[in-house]
C-alpha cells in the first residue's frame, strides 16, 4: 500500500501546527503534539476523506500526537503502517505498528503515535460506534449490551488479520479509483461495513463469546420496548416498574427477558449503560467528574466511584487524569 488516497490532499508543511489543525478537522477531537511542546521540524503531509460515520487519513510526518475523542462523539480508530514504524500507546498498553500491525483504539480511550525514525507513513481510520453496534447485532441478532472494547494489537499477518487488512486496502484503492462507480456511497458503505464485520470476527473483544455461537434469534418486543425506554430515559430515576410498563409486561416477566437474553438484570443494565456514558463523557469533556455523574442520573457519588471502579478497574478521577 503506497501513496494512499492520493486525490485527498489536505495538507503538505513544513509547519507541524497545520498538519495539527488539520487531523482535528478531518478526525474531529483534540489532536495535539506528545509531549505538548514536542513540536519538530520536517515535512508534514495529511491526505484524508471523511463522511458523517467515517474518516480516513494518511498521514507522513515525524510528529508524535496525542488524540482524543470529540465530546459526544463514539468512534474506534485503527491504525496501520504503511512504511517504518510507530510506537502506539493505548492506556496501559504499547504495541508497535507496522505493515503486519495494527492499532485498535476503542471509544473513550486516549491514544499516542510516535513515528520511529523518518519515512514513518501510517493510515488511519475512524469508524463511528454506530456502525460497530449494527454490524454487531447483524451477527447476533442483538445490540451490545456495553460498548465493544478491542484488544490493543491486531496481527495482520494471520489468516483472520489478513482479511481486515485487504478489505482496509480494497477501501483506499476505491477512494482512490477514478471510476465514478467506485465513488458511490452505496459502496464506499458497503466496504465499510465487511470491514467492521471483518474486526468484529477476527480481533478479540469483550463481546467475542457472543460471536462464537453464529447468528441468535432477534429481541422479543417487549425487551426493545425496554432497551429503547431506558435509552431514552437515563439520565432519569428509573425503576423496574417504569420500565416494565413502557414494556407493557410485568416487572418479573420483563427480568426474565433481561437475564435470558442479556445476562443480566435490568437494574445492572442501566447501572453499566450509565457508567458506559458517564466513562465517556469524562474522556471527551473538561467538566467536573461530579457534574458529569449528575447529568447522567447519578445521585450518590461513593457508591458511584466504588460501581465505576468495579467496571473500569479505575476511579473516576484516574480515568479524568488521563484527559
Sequence with gaps: MTAPLHNFLITKSQNPV?????????????????????????????????????????????????????????????????????EAIRGSLRATL???TAGVVNPGDTQELRPLGAGTRFLGLRIDAALVDQEFAALTGHPPVSTVRFDFALDLGKPKGRA???????????????????????LLRSQLRCIVTALLLAQPHSHTDELRDGPQPG?????????????????????????????????????????DRLGLSPMSYIRNLRLERIRTDILG?????????????????????REYHDRFDELPSDTAARR
Aim: hydrophobic share 45%.
Design 18 to 86: 497545520d498538519l495539527l489543525n488539520a487531523a482535528t478537522r478531518l478526525f474531529g477531537g483534540s489532536i495535539t503534539t506528545s509531549p505538548l511542546d514536542g513540536l519538530c521540524d520536517g515535512d508534514h503531509e495529511l491526505r484524508g476523506v471523511s463522511a458523517h460515520d467515517f474518516a480516513a487519513g494518511y498521514f507522513a510526518s515525524p510528529l508524535d500526537v496525542r488524540v482524543v475523542s470529540a465530546a459526544g462523539r463514539r468512534s474506534y480508530f485503527v491504525n496501520i503502517g504503511v512504511a517504518g514504524t510507530i
Design 98 to 100: 507496522d505493515s503486519m
Design 164 to 186: 481486515v487488512r485487504l478489505l482496509v486496502r480494497s477501501l483506499v484503492e476505491q477512494l482512490d479509483s477514478d471510476d465514478p462507480l467506485f465513488q458511490r456511497a452505496e
Design 219 to 259: 429481541y422479543p418486543r417487549s425487551l426493545r420496548a425496554a432497551l429503547a425506554f431506558i435509552d431514552a430515559n437515563l439520565t432519569e430515576h428509573i425503576g423496574l416498574g417504569d420500565i416494565a410498563a413502557a414494556a407493557d409486561c410485568s416487572p418479573r416477566t420483563l427480568s426474565s427477558a433481561f437475564r
Design 285 to 305: 469533556s473538561t467538566d467536573q467528574v461530579g457534574t458529569i455523574a449528575y447529568r447522567w442520573g447519578i445521585t450518590h457519588l461513593g457508591r458511584f466511584a
